[in-house]
């Protein structure tokens, strides 16, 4: 079964310490990951996609196909990256983006 | 503003009655979507229609109708309102179907509250 985990409900770090909110997936073939990034009292958003291997926000996230992770990371965590974050695999069998749980990262100053 | 947008944002009711939440956006995409945010979080997709056809149904019970008058719009009706179905629901939309590279738009969501 096609199936995404993120294993941490909760995420708690200081203000200018690495982040790394890890994600799992267990997928047949090679599907695409994106992180999807909700603030508080704003809409669900993208972060970033694996595709356009891009850095926003100083986020960046590598697919380890041997490992089946897309881990997003940080190197130094603002306050303003308090959020819900959710990984995303696209199931291209199903034409659908599966979401995991979401970890919710906290920043403390 | 070009975006997704939802009414109601908010909406209490009493279990049994029958609601519709609104969902419209001006952004030109083809496809559109409705998730379920449960209490912990966990976002599930619903539906998806594509050009007015529904191209994704989840195990949803069919208290649950999905309506597309127009591309622009996905309304979803809910009957016979049970307590489990308190959660906030997402619109989202993307431009094209079934393409793994394609970003989603979320609108601001709906919380409905089931008494």
């Known amino acids: 079964a096609q199936r995404v985990t993120q294993p941490e409900k909760l995420l708690s770090v200081f203000k200018g310490a690495p982040v790394e909110l890890k994600c799992n997936y267990s997928y047949s073939g090679s599907p695409e990951l994106f992180w999807y990034v909700q603030y508080s009292r704003q809409r669900l958003q993208l972060l970033l996609r694996h595709i356009s291997r891009e850095s926003i926000k100083g986020f960046t996230a590598d697919l380890n196909k041997g490992e089946t992770s897309f881990h997003l990371k940080k190197p130094f965590a603002q306050e303003e990256d308090s959020a819900m974050y959710y990984c995303?695999?696209?199931?291209?069998?199903?034409?659908?983006?599966?979401f995991g749980a979401g970890t919710r990262l906290f920043v403390k100053a | 503003d070009t975006a997704v947008s939802q009414t109601p944002k908010y909406l209490v009711t009493q279990m049994g009655n029958d609601k519709s939440i609104k969902c419209e956006q001006n952004?030109?995409?083809?496809?559109m979507y409705w998730y379920k945010q449960d209490s912990k979080k966990f976002l599930k997709i619903m539906f998806s229609y594509n050009n007015k056809e529904l191209i994704i149904n989840e195990t949803v019970p069919n208290r649950f109708s999905p309506k597309s008058p127009d591309k622009a719009h996905l309304n979803l009706h809910i009957n016979s309102l049970e307590l489990g179905d308190s959660a906030v629901y997402f619109c989202?939309?993307?431009?094209?179907?079934?393409?793994?590279?394609?970003?989603?738009?979320f609108g601001p969501g709906t919380r409905l509250t089931v008494l």
């Open positions: 952004l030109g995409h083809d496809t």
């Open positions: 989202a939309s993307s431009q094209l179907a079934g393409v793994s590279t394609d970003t989603q738009y």
């Open positions: 995303a695999p696209f199931h291209t069998g199903g034409f659908k983006t599966i």
